[in-house]
């Protein structure tokens, strides 16, 4: 399988702990992005790196929530001491740098229930 | 007002039906217009792209964008079950940034 992959699938956890998520993007990709959506929302903008360079965070953004892509390839989404608000289904899509940067192939998603 | 407004439905239509799917929006710097279908607790799925205005037809889907109105619809002739989903537009600039999704419609097509 050559999509987007993410990992875990869903993750249950306790407030005040914290998650780590991670997004593996389709191989060629160099643009890595990260969503947040809730029920009958659409898909919020996080974050997104270009290569290794993260190059916008929404202004939106905690500053418990933290992202890397350490090689350019793989990423991760950190959420420290996590809050019942957190609550959210995590996307995280890719697409290249050239002309098409706006066809954002998606992953499945990670599904974070904090209780 | 909300950059990207979108009716949430839920849409139900029979099968066979021509469904038409809308979105308005505020920003005029948007230029690629994409619509996305997602199956519940799944990732959104990329449908179709479009740049600036015009029409652009794949299979049983048309995409049209009115820049002029800030106005963009996807149409889905000979509506399947398998349709049933829900349907996210999506703008951005012509860099390919500034990504926004609207809130989606619920769409049941029943057989």
């Known amino acids: 399988d050559t999509g987007v992959s993410q990992n875990p699938r869903h993750k249950i956890t306790k407030r005040g702990q914290n998650v780590t998520f991670r997004c593996d993007p389709i191989s060629e990709h160099n643009r890595l992005y990260w969503y947040r959506q809730t029920l009958g929302q659409g898909p919020e903008f996080l974050t997104y790196f270009q290569n290794e360079a993260q190059l916008e965070k929404s202004r939106l953004l905690s500053d418990r929530f933290s992202a890397e892509r350490p090689k350019g390839s793989f990423s991760t989404l950190e959420i420290q001491r996590t809050e019942q608000g957190d609550s959210a289904m995590y996307l995280c899509a890719s697409s290249t740098h050239s002309g098409r940067a706006y066809e954002q192939y998606f992953g499945p998603g990670t599904r974070l229930t904090v209780t | 007002q909300k950059e990207v407004e979108q009716d949430p439905g839920p849409l139900s239509v029979p099968e066979g039906a021509i469904v038409s799917l809308n979105c308005t929006y505020s920003?005029?710097?948007?230029?690629?217009f994409m619509w996305y279908r997602q199956y519940s607790r799944k990732g959104p799925e990329l449908l179709m792209y479009t740049y600036s205005s015009g029409n652009k037809e794949d299979g049983r889907f048309t995409a049209q964008v009115d820049k002029s109105s800030k106005y963009i619809s996807l149409f889905i002739r000979d509506s399947q079950p398998s349709d049933s989903a829900t349907y996210l537009c999506?703008?951005?600039?012509?860099?390919?940034?500034?990504?926004?999704f609207g809130p989606g419609t619920r769409l049941s097509v029943l057989p």
């Open positions: 999506a703008m951005s600039d012509s860099y390919g940034q500034n990504f926004v």
């Open positions: 920003n005029s710097a948007f230029q690629y």
